[in-house]
């Protein structure tokens, strides 16, 4: 009965190593998508966590609001590249708790939004990024490269590495920052933000 509401993942993504490599990669293209580095992807002891270059640009809320919206984004990238790979996304249900109190964080400081407009607005941003033919193809080679890593005793992934095999899958980033795929795909997103 439970599997007819979400179905168990099968093959490689029944291995919950490799399933965590997916949703890994997953934050990784979500992030490269935004204009952000990869600094690291460490994959033990777990949960595994991506560090990337997102700044407070600003001493303004709306810059707090923008780091806010793009750590949800990039959360969302991996349930959504579990989705796309596996067919589910089982793992890491612990994103959705940060994703739902970071969108309640943003509608009170906002003021303007409630959480769950917030919600929905930034998983269409996230569900963009893998509209794109390149991302989405490259989330299973980027998840084996992970996987394979950990599987040979390195864990922590240096950053250079990922985006060295992301310029190869997706394309060279281009410039730093938030502002490149994020601005084009939610063009209203400034104007909403208080100053």
Known sequence: MYEQVCPLPRGRCADLGYRLAVYEAGHALTA????FEILRITM???PPMLESDKILRGNT????????ENRCIELFGGQIAEMHAC????????DVARIDELCRLIAGIEG???AETIWFELEDVAERVFSDE???DAILP???FLFAEVEAGRPAVPGEQVEALLDELVAPRAGTGARRLAVRLWPKRRARQPA
């Open 134 to 136: 390149r991302t989405h």
């Open 44 to 46: 033990l002891p777990r």
């Open 61 to 68: 809320l709306g810059s707090l609001i923008e780091v806010l």
């Open 112 to 114: 303007k939004r409630d």
């Open 87 to 94: 067919g589910t996304n089982s793992c890491c249900s612990g």
């Open 32 to 35: 490269r998508a935004m204009g």
């Open 142 to 144: 980027l998840a084996e």
